[in-house]
């Protein structure tokens, strides 16, 4: 691959792919030792980004008042900052209603994961995407067997372990990627 712009931005973006795995499988050992701070952490990121999305659609709504989408947008708007800033006042309310959600997203993330390994199954490494969904879907089983009661330390628990071993496979997939790199450089 030499010196090309090519192979140094590809080398670039396989240290960074390593880099960002390593981050994703510090962020799960973090989350797991302290999952309540986990749980409140992802409680208050969503509620702010609620609140930011709400703002966004305010402004559009303002921008919109000429076309005919300014009720629906308005409408959006209020709803996404009522939203987050009932999170941020009710954090166990909240922790309660991601954890349903968290359900559902580990159980729609599982199943791109199993499509995902089976696309890319001839890509060294990439059974570790089968493994990823696998424990993705166990995790979303338990989370929903265990809502509501234990919410606010299930979520950053599996929070957590949904990052490392989301973390892992892409570490090992970059390793590869690194590899590949390196024996054509």
């Avoid at 919109?64 to 166990?92: C, D, K, M, N, Q």
């Avoid at 060294?124 to 993705?136: A, C, E, N, Y």
């Avoid at 265990?146 to 090992?172: C, D, N």
Wanted: some cysteine; proline content about 3%.
């Amino acid at each position: 691959m030499g010196t090309s712009p090519v192979a140094v931005f590809v080398k670039k973006s396989v240290g960074l792919s390593i880099l960002l795995s390593v981050l994703m499988i510090v962020a799960g050992i973090f989350a797991i030792a302290s999952p309540m701070a986990a749980g409140i952490a992802v409680d208050v990121l969503v509620a702010w980004l609620l609140v930011f999305s709400g703002c966004v659609h305010l402004v559009l709504s303002w921008q919109t008042r000429t076309s005919g989408g300014f009720l629906w947008e308005l409408l959006v708007g209020i709803l996404y900052v009522f939203t987050g800033v009932y999170l941020l006042r009710h954090p166990a309310a909240g922790l309660a209603s991601l954890t349903f959600v968290l359900a559902i997203y580990l159980l729609a993330e599982a199943i791109l994961e199993f499509i995902l390994g089976l696309t890319l199954r001839v890509i060294p490494g990439s059974r570790w995407l089968l493994f990823d969904g696998v424990v993705t879907l166990i995790l979303a089983v338990m989370i929903w067997r265990a809502w509501p009661s234990s919410s606010a330390w299930a979520i950053g628990t599996l929070v957590g372990v949904s990052m490392l071993f989301s973390g892992f496979p892409r570490l090992m997939l970059s390793l590869g990627a690194r590899s590949v790199v390196n024996k054509l450089a």
